[in-house]
């Protein structure tokens, strides 16, 4: 069966030549067709950029891979996978240069280029000038480099064409570049040869008119790249709490994802922590040791090895919340081995089950990432933002609220009318980072009634008004700008819980003054009361009577929701199905002027 690097590459190859767009793979062309973690990269003429980000989108349409990662360095670069073949790297450069000092134009490689197979490679003496800028940024050169450029030495018909091309392009240091060339296996170039040759790049840039040019242009592109990194920078920051025992090895895990994250621009913090122990936020060096490599375009990761589920909630609240939400992610695995993944910006969610005792595979962790990048990516660049919706969950505990919000988060990637899905427990928040609608990793108790009395009442009554004043607040600077910006809003109970069960809000006040205030709360776009068989509440939550389930259904079927639109869904299905009609109804609210 045919590769599917291999395939994707031929339709490349063939969609090129079809469409007349020139191009050179750079290096590393001998076993191109190979799997390994070795990326394609392609010297292409900047003016036909576009031209080639239509022939990778054939390509890969024609061999089922799907874009996942995009990303501006010195290059343009692209991230392909494949639901068996994993990830292809596609590198397009369209120039050759150290820093911001230009060395040789992707035009005058590709007008030199000659054929191999299915595809073009440079002359030996563009190659050869390829692979000592690249030892250059690396300040060393591996043995596989050294081996072609012997190779490339003997290729050559002439090694004065060799000398003059490297002093066109090296400037003085040029005749000692060839000349260590021609005897590099023998005597490999040592540290004085790479400082020379710096040297001298830098001073040939500023030899002609067209060398200064070139050099400007360099420096104003990357000033604008460095502003564009600042404001969007390409790394992913990840906080990883799991309680599995034996904790996953987290070797595989960076081996997988190094075709999106560079290895040498990564950062893993391991902390194994002990029951009942305080984990602090993270310090002023933590934080910025994460700015640092989001802005090199690595993977930040803080891993916390947790004895106990119910440890789970302790890490986090430690995630980060407001520099660069969109490169952060969390990643929650019990002991169980269910992860729980969540983008901090989007709030899209995904729910994965290990099979027995084996956990969840990487692949699936990493094409969650992928995908919600792409999309955050898309959902950037769109100009009609559609209007959101404000939507409430109502029903009694066991009825599966928080289940189907998450449910909801999980389908986030998948439907296309919210741009993102914010959850709120209870009531929204002002100030407090974003929650996810994870489950219990530990029983609750339920809070004990207390009896009425004047000082009871006295503390619900101001409880009742500040948590008033909150709402409302959070309202006009929160959830009114989410839904103007497509974000679908989901919170929990709402103040309808005052009246379906005042205990676990601690109210004990009187009921004119709940009516008063329930006009005052901000009115959803649409509730939805989950309908629950009273059998099936009783088998999920123990904490309440029958009596009370009775007394609480009785009080649901009155309930004045004050709403736009309700909803009433039979909780008894499955999750899947009550979030999806959910979705869809919300998608008529919000379409609705």
Excluded at 70 to 81: D, E, G, K, P
Excluded at 127 to 152: D, G, M, N, T
Excluded at 566 to 578: F, H, I, K, S, Y
């Amino acid at each position: 069966m045919t590769q599917p690097r291999k395939e994707f590459l031929t339709a490349l190859f063939r969609v090129l030549d079809e469409k007349r767009v020139p191009y050179c793979v750079l290096r590393n062309y001998d076993a191109i067709y190979e799997e390994g973690p070795s990326d394609v990269d392609l010297g292409i003429e900047p003016e036909h950029l576009l031209s080639m980000k239509d022939c990778l989108a054939e390509a890969a349409a024609a061999t089922g891979h799907h874009l996942v990662l995009r990303a501006r360095y010195v290059n343009v670069s692209y991230v392909y996978w494949h639901e068996t073949g994993g990830f292809i790297r596609i590198d397009m450069e369209t120039e050759i240069r150290w820093r911001i000092f230009p060395v040789l134009s992707a035009k005058a490689v590709v007008g030199l280029r000659r054929r191999q197979d299915a595809f073009y490679v440079p002359h030996p003496r563009h190659e050869s000038v390829i692979l000592f800028v690249a030892a250059l940024w690396r300040r060393s050169i591996s043995e596989r480099y050294r081996k072609q450029l012997a190779r490339l030495h003997q290729q050559l018909s002439s090694p004065e064409e060799l000398r003059r091309t490297f002093r066109a392009v090296f400037g003085r240091a040029g005749e000692q570049l060839a000349a260590c060339q021609a005897r590099i296996l023998e005597d490999p170039p040592g540290a004085s040869l790479w400082k020379g040759a710096r040297r001298s790049i830098i001073l040939n840039s500023f030899r002609d008119a067209p060398g200064r040019s070139a050099l400007w242009g360099n420096l104003v592109f990357d000033l604008k790249r460095l502003w564009e990194r600042l404001r969007d920078p390409a790394g992913v920051s990840m906080l990883y709490a799991s309680s599995t025992q034996p904790p996953r090895n987290l070797e595989e895990l960076f081996g997988r994802i190094k075709s999106l994250f560079p290895m040498e621009k990564t950062a893993k913090l391991e902390f194994h922590v002990s029951p009942d122990s305080l984990i602090r936020r993270p310090g002023l060096r933590m934080r910025l040791q994460r700015l640092y490599v989001l802005f090199k375009g690595g993977l930040f990761l803080r891993f916390y090895e947790l004895p106990r589920d119910q440890d789970i909630p302790g890490p986090l609240r430690t995630h980060p919340r407001y520099l660069y939400p969109s490169r952060t992610f969390v990643l929650v695995e019990n002991s169980r081995f269910e992860v729980y993944l969540g983008h901090v910006k989007t709030g899209f969610m995904a729910h994965l089950t290990g099979s027995g005792s084996a956990p969840v595979s990487d692949r699936e962790i990493i094409r969650f990432l992928s995908v919600v990048l792409e999309r955050q990516r898309l959902l950037d660049l769109a100009d009609d933002r559609k209007r959101g919706a404000f939507v409430v969950l109502v029903g009694l505990d066991g009825s599966g609220k928080t289940t189907v919000a998450r449910t909801l988060c999980c389908l986030g990637p998948a439907q296309e009318t919210f741009s993102r899905i914010r959850y709120f427990h209870w009531l929204p928040r002002l100030f407090k980072g974003l929650y996810f609608p994870l489950p219990d990793f530990q029983n609750t108790p339920r809070k004990p009634k207390r009896e009425r009395s004047l000082v009871q009442s006295a503390l619900s009554t101001t409880r009742l008004c500040k948590n008033l004043l909150w709402a409302n607040l959070a309202y006009l600077f929160c959830i009114r700008r989410l839904v103007r910006q497509g974000s679908l809003v989901v919170m929990d109970r709402y103040y309808y819980n005052y009246y379906l069960d005042p205990v676990s809000v601690k109210y004990y006040g009187p009921r004119w003054l709940l009516d008063l205030s329930r006009r005052l709360f901000p009115k959803p776009d649409l509730v939805v009361v989950l309908k629950t068989p009273t059998d099936t509440l009783l088998a999920r939550k123990q904490e309440l009577s029958p009596e009370e389930i009775v007394r609480q259904k009785n009080l649901l079927e009155q309930l004045p929701f004050a709403a736009r639109h309700t909803l009433e869904v039979d909780a008894a299905r499955p999750p899947d199905v009550t979030a999806r009609e959910i979705l869809r109804k919300a998608a008529e609210v919000a379409a609705q002027p």
